[in-house]
């Protein structure tokens, strides 16, 4: 499987940007769709977006939609999500996944790295 290593997260106010890191190892990465998923205190991990292998497909949950990106560079085994205009109901620790395939990377069923808290106050 592959290894995941989240950074980039940490404290912003209502409005401002973060770009969160994923970093990967152990397989050939570009062999992998990737996904964000993020956990917020008392709730259920839950699916934030999603980059085909090639990067030419993305997938965003509705919630996210035109304030986050999703990209990848298969030459730095490495994918990122750049986040705009964050709301407070963002704050979560952040995860990525790998999958073979893109139609089920948003299940999660990849091995999980330690997560990254975006943390936003308003």
């Known amino acids: 499987q592959v290894q995941v290593v989240e950074s980039g997260g940490g404290l912003v106010q209502a409005g401002g940007s973060l770009r969160l890191s994923c970093a990967a190892s152990?397989?050939?990465?570009?062999?992998?769709?990737m996904g964000w998923f993020r956990q917020a205190p008392g709730k259920e991990r839950e699916f934030v977006a999603a980059?085909?292998?090639?990067?030419?497909?993305?997938y965003y949950t509705d919630s996210v939609k035109g304030r986050f990106t999703i990209s990848r560079d298969n030459a730095k085994n490495t994918m990122y999500l750049q986040m705009n205009s964050l709301k407070p109901e963002d704050t979560a620790v952040y995860y990525c996944?790998?999958?073979?395939?893109?139609?089920?990377?948003?299940?999660?069923?990849?091995?999980w790295g330690q997560g990254s808290q975006v943390t936003v106050s308003s």
């Open positions: 996944n790998a999958d073979p395939s893109k139609l089920t990377v948003r299940i999660g069923r990849g091995s």
């Open positions: 152990g397989r050939t990465f570009s062999n992998y769709a």
């Open positions: 980059i085909s292998w090639s990067g030419s497909s993305t």
